[in-house]
């Protein structure tokens, strides 16, 4: 359950975004604007995070993510909604293996 004000989105960010500190980069800025949730590299070569706080401090951390730390490139970043989680905190997650599409 959310608390009230605030908003659930899942981010999957695709480009130069591993092996580039986007994930430390990610907890760092999520901390400073007090949002819970969590961030991961995924075996595809992409990035999620879960992102859970106020509206205004989610699109402030969207609108960072779409440029990264100094070293990435972010070439998309897709955003969907997502359901609240109940641990407080912003950390990062391990590795997901995921399957990778071919083809496109």
């Known amino acids: ?11 999957l960010i695709r480009g130069r975004v ?4 986007f994930r ?15 961030v991961r ?4 070569g992409t990035v999620e995070a ?5 509206e205004d401090a989610l699109n402030k951390m969207i609108g960072m993510c779409r440029t990264g730390p100094p070293r ?3 070439e998309g970043i ?3 909604e997502a359901i609240g989680i109940t ?5 990062q997650k391990p590795t997901v293996n995921v399957q990778e599409r071919r083809g496109h």
């Open 24 to 38: 430390d980069w990610t907890v760092r800025h999520a901390k400073e604007l007090h949002l819970d949730g969590w």
């Open 78 to 80: 897709e955003i969907s």
């Open 41 to 44: 590299n995924r075996t595809d």
């Open 72 to 74: 990435s490139k972010v």
């Open 18 to 21: 591993q092996g580039v500190f």
């Open 50 to 54: 879960l992102l859970v706080g106020s």
């Open 87 to 91: 641990k407080k905190g912003f950390y």
């Open 1 to 11: 359950m959310l608390e009230p004000g605030h908003i659930a989105r899942r981010l």
